[in-house]
């Protein structure tokens, strides 16, 4: 007996495992934002572009360093000039001229202008891992949505089967009422027809998983073919916020502010180098090697050498710092004021989302009570149909009634959580996970 039980509980296991690997993978809210976060390439793309900042940090870095550089040359020249001392013929430079050289150059101090233009590309990088931010959050927030709207349709869907069910139960008793006299076939095919409109309504919601199903499939990296199924809890808890607290935290955390503030900082990077333009700058250069051409013995490669220091100061250029100052002012205070404007932006999301949850929640309580009402009407007028005193049109439409209550409370419930989640993306709270890149 014992290995009876055993056996059958074995092949339990092994049958649920065999029907879930038939359903495919299960993804919960984490593994749909997680997935999403590593695999859409847009992350990739983004990471890139600032690890392209660094290399022209680096590039520009190169300029503290001396340049090195080799030269060789070689130039036949004629007609040759000459000088005659008797019988002697003196050239004056050879036929065939060789010159090969080293050249080193080196900036030994240009009053900051080079660390001025390190500045302004390094402040690059800064805004370009605030985008890998925004994307995460834009990316998280739609796999949130998407994955909420599959488990709305699927709790719509329970609904719908609900509703099929109970039709065909009160198709089965109409029809026994007909053979018994007390209905009509009248009572029976209008019975049918709202059986057929709700499967017709169940096709659709069916359909609309599907796509959702590939939409969240896309944005996991996955194949539209791969089999997934998503699973988790469709429900929503009151959450008691403060407003202005919330919109404190917004202003401290929010991407998009800080990438306003960013280009605050690039624009004064920009004044500055600006600035620097017209600084002068102070140049060594260094060069030895071989070449032909000296005498007494032109065509003998000699080693020779060559040092130079050189002061540059620009004093006029038609005004062109001026025009960059003038520039980089203008683009000062629209950063200023763009920064305003999103401070502004992030406090009305905030409130808004506030007032969203509070009416939706307003809403919530009296839908529950709809649908108290819808339910107790269904009973009664079963029971009056059943006694013959109701007609078989109008307990399908309190069933209906009790149906759309019901979806209409999926409906409340998903925009609350929507709302909630529109609450944390305008608070700039992180979804995926800190080890998630």
Known sequence: ????????????????????QNKGIPIDLKRAIDNTIQRYPLIAQLNRQADAVDSRVDQLKSNYLPTVDADFSYARVGPIQAIAFGPEIFQ????????AHVE???????????????????????TALDNVEIAKTNLAYQAVQTYYSILFLQ?????????IANLNNHLKFTTDKVKSGTATDFDVLTTQVKVSAVQNQKIDIENEIKKQEIQLKSLM???PDARIYVTGNFSYTKIYMDADSLIQVAL???SDLKIARDYEITAGLQKMNARKNDMPSFHFEFEYGFKNGFIPNIDVLRGNFAAAFSFKYPIYNGSKEDALEQ??????????SHSDEVEITIKSEVTKALSDLSSLEVQLQNIKVQIDQAAQSVDRSELQYKAGTLRNLDLLDAQTSLSEAKLSELQIIFRNIMADYNLQRAVGHKIWSADTN
């Open 1 to 20: 007996m014992k290995f009876r039980y055993l056996t059958f509980y074995t092949l339990l296991f092994i049958s649920q495992g065999i029907y879930s």
């Open 92 to 99: 004056l430079y050879p036929v065939n001229n060789y010159d």
């Open 104 to 126: 080193m150059g080196y900036t030994i101090y240009d009053f900051g202008k080079r660390d001025a233009m390190v500045d302004l590309v390094r402040s690059g990088k800064i």
């Open 155 to 163: 709790e719509s869907l329970k609904v719908k089967d609900e509703q």
């Open 221 to 223: 990296g996955m194949t």
């Open 252 to 254: 401290n955390n929010r």
């Open 327 to 336: 520039e980089a002012d203008a683009n000062l205070l629209s950063t200023h």
